[in-house]
């Protein structure tokens, strides 16, 4: 059975940065892309970042482009989104997942996320 467990989530100013992880078990993980999606106050849960299962291609929603760098280590079964540049919109719970890179339909039951706060 697929599980996800996201860490490194906080509260954190404006401009600051974190580091999530997402550590992986009960399926092939380096053989899957990986997504990461988040879900603000009130919104839908919105793709973030998403990379291949050799880590060689990534893509980027439009709102953390360039602010955001998505990775993974195929070694230890776990990816990782590194947050630059902070904004008050980037609120929100961020969820892993696999999924298809063409259609980022997600194939798992989603895990318990992690929560970024973004505020002064």
């Known amino acids: 059975q697929a599980r996800f467990v996201e860490s490194g989530g906080g509260l954190v100013q404006p401009g600051g940065s974190l580091t999530l992880s997402c550590a992986v078990s009960?399926?092939?993980?380096?053989?899957?892309?990986m997504v990461w999606y988040r879900q603000g106050p009130g919104k839908e849960r919105e793709l973030v970042a998403k990379?291949?299962?050799?880590?060689?291609?990534?893509r980027y929603g439009d709102a953390v482009e360039e602010r955001f760098t998505v990775s993974r280590d195929n070694t230890k079964n776990t990816m990782y989104l590194r947050m630059n540049l902070l904004k008050p919109e980037d609120t929100g719970v961020y969820y892993c997942?696999?999924?298809?890179?063409?259609?980022?339909?997600?194939?798992?039951?989603w895990g318990q996320g992690t929560q970024v706060t973004v505020s002064s």
């Open positions: 009960g399926f092939a993980f380096s053989h899957n892309t």
């Open positions: 990379i291949d299962n050799e880590g060689g291609r990534t």
């Open positions: 997942n696999a999924g298809n890179w063409l259609t980022n339909i997600v194939r798992y039951d």
